[in-house]
């Protein structure tokens, strides 16, 4: 079992930055890929940022692309997401996820995940 906690959202006006962090305890977030997926109320959960276990390979929603950096810290078992540029549009409630498949970019390949930290962007 792995457990995941999210923090570091909060309100932020357009254009300014957030740095959401995942720590995991239970097992080593090493052995997983971990994805930031995104959700609005009555809305699916969406794909935002995925990093594979080593750190070697990101992959970003269209959306993110050159705003948000995903980034781990093995050693420490956390996962970070930088958010640059927001928009409001980024507003949502942020979810980090694990999973042993290698890479992962819908919710359902997920097997752990942490309870979500609210981001939200006033314009």
């Known amino acids: 079992q792995v457990q995941l906690v999210e923090s570091g959202g909060g309100l932020v006006q357009a254009g300014g930055s957030l740095r959401l962090s995942c720590v995991a305890s239970?097992?080593?977030?090493?052995?997983?890929?971990v994805g930031w997926f995104r959700q609005d109320p009555g809305k699916q959960r969406a794909f935002v940022a995925v990093?594979?276990?080593?750190?070697?390979?990101?992959y970003y929603q269209d959306s993110v692309k050159g705003r948000f950096a995903i980034s781990r810290n093995n050693a420490e078992n956390m996962v970070y997401l930088q958010m640059n540029s927001l928009k409001p549009e980024d507003t949502a409630v942020y979810y980090c996820?694990?999973?042993?498949?290698?890479?992962?970019?819908?919710?359902?390949?997920?097997?752990?995940w942490g309870q979500g930290t609210q981001v939200t962007v006033s314009s």
């Open positions: 239970g097992r080593s977030l090493s052995r997983y890929t």
């Open positions: 990093i594979s276990w080593s750190a070697e390979s990101t």
């Open positions: 996820g694990a999973t042993s498949n290698m890479y992962g970019t819908t919710s359902s390949q997920y097997l752990y």
